[in-house]
Structures are given as structure tokens and as C-alpha cells.
């Protein structure tokens, strides 16, 4: 395994915080979206893959009775990749699914959000757009399940 | 002696080509494409993620495809594929108390927080044909209703609270899950290796026990204390770093099925439970292995086991439909050997049946 010693992952803490919820949108990215950052992003870093982009399984797992202990429910396939930049940023990705390319993009931007020049970059021309999407999808579809709702309401019997 | 016999290939070759012709069907029929299975048969998509034990759904469309829409086929592929795949690791347990709710209802309370929310059901339709469907009339957005984002808290943790039902399951201290795909299976079984059985089980013969226990047949009196369906996060911890990492979310559908009651002398009465969770929108399926669940912890319950349905071995042996149809299946594949040799030995047996049938007409006219 490629064991980072990036600051980011060395300090933890908050770093570590900012970095996980960075690689949860990536692992979100849709393969056109990300492929369209990457597209559009400007002065591309030289890529070096050092392990994948591989699929493979993982084993989810339940709790019985929802909050009890562990027990295996079935498997989902899930892909990864690792990279290295010119500058020797190295970065992962893991995404639930089969397309390699958006793994192998995604861990190229978390090896980019590692660089502090090039953070705020990645934070606003990636992170962010894919962030105000799935909370679109998520709203939209909160907002649906909402109007499912059911009312009750008492019938009045008799005339009083 | 075994004799090896060949033949066939042509034929079998030439099979082979008839099924795809067949599988194309009509070729001024347009090609059904996998987005299309993904998004519109939706819940045979999640019966074969289910039951292939294997959550990708468009790998489960291409399945349903080259199946011709025979759904125990499809995920008999989906098995095999899973077969071609390292395993990467077990993800942290998912969280349903989490869940981004697509559908939450209870059958026990009716003002419980966060409502009761109908979502996307065929419940209440009138189960009349739609000829509309035939044609592609466009449909309408659904409704959307701006509601504040409250909590939908578990009906067994409200029950909980009083000591009125039973925990959530635990194992025996540092028990760690049993896993199916790694392990034979070895009788008897602890609970959490029978809900990954039944989470793969066979929704037909798993429903078929369900509605037994209904019947009488291990009566439980249960009632739906909560299905649950919508999105939680799936989180896998990996070497290379030092936090868990979101791989994204997963659809799934839970039940919490409320039984009657269970108390000894040193503890009050209180309900017991049976637990259903399982890959994508699928209550019926949820609700069946709930019950099965809650049957099969007659032991554990100090019950009497008097039914197929709290029968563990018989149960869980025969839930995986995979195993059930290759074992069915294989019946109809050339056993002429055997046959044969079935042949030579009938033969034998109606020879002597036929000699003592004369020897005895002998012994008769002998003493007469």
C-alpha cells in the first residue's frame, strides 16, 4: 500500500475532515461531470498511475435489527485508482461502480486538492459544483417524498 | 468403466446462435438498452441486485438482457461475474437510522415523528390495466411539498425507550460476522449469517414461508412496525488512509417487523422483533425475510419448532435460488450412463421377479 505522508493526512484531525468530505463528492462525481472539470481545467499536472483504475467488490454491511451488530448483507462492486503528480502529490479515489475514468479523475483532484495553489481551485471549479447538485437531487426528491405525506384528519359523525 | 462420450458441439454452437437470435427478437424492434431497464424495470433491477447478492445496477440490466427478462437466470450471471472480482474489504455497517427516506411507513403508529410518508407505492392503486401505458404519453413531475427536515427517528428505538420491545440484535462478545461466500455453511447458525442467507434468498420461497407463519404455522401475531426505504451512505476503511472513505450511497429496503411477546420471571413481558433488509425498493421482500427472521429465532426464543418455517436447516438450505435451480436444472443434462445402468437393474429385478413368479406356480401345482 502507498502510505501517504502528505500533511494533510499526518496532522489529522480537521485536515483529515476537509480531505474525506472532499473524496465523498468526488466518489459522487458523475463520469461526464467530472470528465467536463478535467476537460476545462486549466495548466493539467503530468498523471502517473500507480495502481488501477481496478474494480473490484466490497462487502456491505447491515446491523440486526438496524442498530445491533454487524452481519453481511451483499456485496457491490467498487472502483479505485491511486495517482502521482509531476509535483509528487499522490491521490486516491474509491467510488461505488465500474467506470474507471471518473476514479481515475477523481483521485488525480484529490491529489490536486492536496496542493495548497491549487485547494481553492479544485474546491470551487469541482467540489462545489458537484455538492450543489446531489443537495439539488436530494431536495427535489425530499420535497417529493414530502408531498406523499399523509394528513390525518378526524371525520366529525352526528349532528351536534 | 467410464466412458467418455462426445458429440454435440455443432449443435450446441448453433443453440447458442438461436438464443441470441432469439433473445433479439423481432429486429424492427428497437433494442432494449440497458438505461432503459435501468430506469424503467427498476424492481427487477433490484430483485437481481438483491438476489445476486451484488449491488450494481447496471451490470444487473445487462443481466435481465442476455437473460431475455428470466430474472433467476440474471442473477445466477450476476453470481458467476462476482466470482471475477477481487474483494476489496467489508465496509462499516450501514447506518438506516441515517437514511435519505424515500418511502417510511408504520402499520403500529399513526402520528409518529417525521409522518408517514407514502412514497413511490403500487399500494392503493387499483390494480386495473393502463392502456395509456401502451403508448408514450408524456407524465406529469410529481408534486413537491416544502416541509422542514425533521428527524424520522426508528419506531423500535421509540418502543425501545420504555423497555417495551426488544433490543437491537447483538452477537456474543468479539463475535465477528460470519460470511457465506467465505465459509460452508455449518448448522446451527447464529442470526447474523441467516440474514445474509435470507438478504440473498429467494423472494418467491421466502415470501411462500412468510405467509405460513401467517397461517399458523409458527404464529408470531406481527405487525409492521416500520418499512423504510431510501438511500445510506456506504463507508469503507482502507490501508492508505486514516479515515473512512464515502464510496457513495446504496438504496435499501428495511423492516422492522413487531411480534408477540416474549418475558420470563426475570423480565417483564415485551415485544420481540424480526429484522428484513435488503438491496433496493423491495418491501415484499424486506417483509418476508422479517418474518422468516422472526420464525427462525424459535431456538433462541426458547419456542417450540414446530414449523417448516422455524426450521433453520431446511430453510436457509433450500432459500438460495441459485443453488436451487442448478440443482434442478441439472436433471435435464445427459445422464445416460446412469440411466443405463438404472435400466440394467430393473431389468434384473422383473428377471427374478418373473423366475420366482414361475417357481411359486411350480410349488402350487407341486401340492396339488
Not at chain 2, 79 to 104: D, H, V, W
Amino acid at each position: 500500500m502507498i502510505k501517504e505522508n502528505t500533511q494533510s493526512t499526518q496532522t489529522g484531525g480537521a485536515p483529515d475532515l476537509q480531505r474525506k468530505a472532499a473524496m465523498a463528492l468526488l466518489a459522487q462525481a458523475t463520469a461526464q461531470e467530472i470528465a467536463a472539470f478535467w476537460a476545462e481545467w486549466s495548466d493539467k499536472p503530468d498523471v502517473e498511475t500507480l495502481r488501477g483504475p481496478e474494480t473490484g467488490l466490497v462487502m456491505l454491511r447491515g446491523r440486526i435489527g438496524g442498530g445491533g451488530a454487524p452481519f453481511n448483507l451483499g456485496e457491490a462492486t467498487v472502483t479505485r485508482a491511486t495517482v502521482r503528480l509531476g509535483n509528487g502529490s499522490v491521490g486516491h479515489a474509491y467510488a461505488l461502480g465500474r467506470h474507471r475514468e471518473k476514479v481515475r479523475l477523481a483521485a488525480v483532484f484529490d491529489a490536486l486538492w492536496q496542493r495548497p495553489e491549487c485547494r481553492q481551485d479544485v474546491q470551487q471549479g469541482v467540489l462545489e459544483p458537484i455538492a450543489n447538485r446531489l443537495k439539488q437531487e436530494q431536495e427535489a426528491t425530499r420535497a417529493e417524498t414530502a408531498a406523499t405525506k399523509v394528513d390525518f384528519f378526524t371525520m366529525v359523525r352526528g349532528d351536534d | 468403466m467410464y466412458v467418455a462420450v462426445k458429440g454435440g458441439e455443432a449443435a450446441i454452437r448453433n443453440a447458442h446462435k438461436l438464443l441470441a437470435d432469439r433473445r433479439r427478437g423481432d429486429r424492427d424492434v428497437a433494442s432494449i438498452q440497458l438505461d432503459q431497464i435501468v430506469e424503467q424495470m427498476s424492481l427487477a433491477v433490484d430483485r437481481v441486485m438483491a438476489e445476486g447478492s451484488l449491488y450494481d445496477p447496471e451490470l444487473a440490466a445487462l443481466a435481465i438482457k442476455q437473460a431475455r427478462g428470466d430474472l433467476i437466470e440474471a442473477i445466477f450471471l450476476v453470481r458467476a461475474y462476482r466470482t471475477t472480482l477481487a474483494r476489496f474489504g467489508y465496509t462499516k455497517s450501514l447506518e438506516t437510522a441515517q437514511m435519505r427516506i424515500e418511502r417510511r411507513i408504520s402499520a403500529t403508529f399513526k402520528d409518529l415523528p417525521g409522518g408517514q410518508l407514502l412514497g413511490p407505492t403500487f399500494d392503493y392503486t387499483h390494480r386495473l390495466l393502463d392502456p395509456e401505458l401502451a403508448d408514450d404519453t408524456p407524465i406529469e413531475a410529481p408534486e413537491q411539498r416544502d416541509e422542514p427536515d425533521v428527524p424520522t427517528p426508528r419506531v423500535t428505538d421509540i418502543l425501545g425507550h420504555g423497555g417495551m420491545i426488544e433490543e437491537d440484535g447483538e452477537l456474543p462478545e468479539g463475535a465477528v460476522a460470519g460470511d457465506l461466500t467465505r465459509e460452508p455453511l455449518t448448522f446451527p447458525l447464529e442470526r447474523d449469517l441467516r440474514l445474509q442467507a435470507l438478504a440473498r434468498g429467494d423472494e418467491g420461497f421466502l415470501l411462500g414461508l412468510a405467509y405460513s407463519t401467517q397461517r399458523g404455522y409458527a404464529r408470531s401475531h406481527p405487525f409492521v412496525g416500520e418499512i423504510r426505504i431510501g438511500e445510506v451512505e456506504v463507508e469503507l476503511e482502507v490501508a492508505e488512509l486514516d479515515f473512512p472513505l464515502t464510496l457513495g450511497s446504496i438504496r435499501v429496503t428495511e423492516c422492522q417487523m413487531v411480534n408477540q411477546f416474549k418475558g420470563s420471571s426475570k423480565q417483564p413481558p415485551q415485544f420481540t422483533r424480526g429484522y428484513g433488509l435488503v438491496f433496493g425498493q423491495s418491501e415484499r421482500k424486506a417483509m418476508s425475510m422479517s418474518l422468516c427472521d422472526r420464525a427462525l429465532r424459535a431456538r433462541e426464543l426458547g419456542e417450540d419448532i414446530t414449523a417448516t418455517a422455524q426450521d433453520e436447516e431446511f430453510v436457509i438450505s433450500h432459500s438460495d435460488n441459485v443453488q436451487s435451480t442448478g440443482f434442478v436444472e441439472h436433471l435435464k443434462l445427459p445422464h445416460y450412463v446412469d440411466f443405463q445402468a438404472e435400466l440394467d437393474l430393473i431389468r434384473r429385478m422383473r428377471a427374478e421377479h418373473e423366475r420366482n413368479r414361475l417357481e411359486g406356480e411350480e410349488t402350487k401345482e407341486a401340492a396339488e
